[in-house]
């Protein structure tokens, strides 16, 4: 069964700070891994998706990597900005099906 | 394109009553589904439907959900009788082959049961 685990839970940096969100999941036979913020109370907004047979995709300041063997993926957060605050969810899709699992989240506090 | 349109976007109703939440998808995406989260436990796969044919109804909590798809825009969550501990945010996704499978999401329906 497929699990993912997002680490830290919750981060705070200051403004300007590169960062970097983990991901990790337990079964490497993946479709595809997708990114998404969720502001409170709003739904997921995606950010970055990466297909299985991809190694990163980037998007602005926004950089996400993958690497299916070691079961890891790191987004990583460019001269980061108050307005980057928000829960950041890892979802990893099967190749056996369509479910996706998401992580639990990362809550990232940016400080003016 | 709006993206995916739920609604309402908040209900608030008491303990035994029936409640249906509503969602369009994307025009041309041939997926959707269905989540449910919440504080404790996170993102949670209700079901999904493939072409308006319901594929893994497994997540479903219990036999007072139901889901329908009757045509490619529109699908309905139904809850009967509804309990306080099905209090949460409902939420609908829709996808397609075109674009890798990537999801897309609507705003959810805050579910608040008295």
């Known amino acids: 069964k497929q699990e993912v685990t997002q680490i830290p839970a919750a981060l705070s940096v200051p403004e300007g700070e590169n960062l970097v969100l983990n991901c990790s999941f337990t079964d490497s036979a993946i479709y595809n891994l997708q990114w998404f913020r969720q502001d409170p109370g709003k739904g997921l907004t995606s950010l970055l998706l990466i297909q299985s047979s991809q190694r990163e995709q980037t998007s602005g300041r926004l950089n996400a990597s993958l690497d299916k063997s070691s079961g890891r993926s790191t987004l990583y957060i460019a001269a980061s900005q108050p307005g980057d605050s928000a829960t950041y969810l890892c979802a990893v899709r099967d190749t056996g099906g369509f479910k996706t699992i998401f992580g639990a989240g990362t809550r990232l506090f940016v400080k003016a | 394109d709006a993206g995916v349109i739920q609604s309402p976007r908040h209900e608030v109703t008491e303990m035994g009553q029936e409640v249906t939440l509503r969602c369009k998808p994307i025009s041309g995406h041939d997926y959707l589904f269905w989540y449910r989260q919440t504080m404790m436990r996170g993102l949670e796969l209700l079901i999904y439907f493939n072409n308006n044919v319901p594929i893994d109804d497994s997540g479903m909590p219990e036999d007072r959900f139901s889901a329908k798809m009757p045509n490619a825009s529109f699908s309905t969550l139904k809850i009967q009788p509804s309990e306080p501990r099905d209090s949460a945010v409902y939420f609908c996704?829709?996808?397609?082959?075109?674009?890798?499978?990537?999801?897309?999401f609507g705003s959810g329906t805050r579910l608040t049961v008295v």
């Open positions: 996704a829709s996808s397609f082959r075109g674009d890798g499978y990537g999801y897309t």
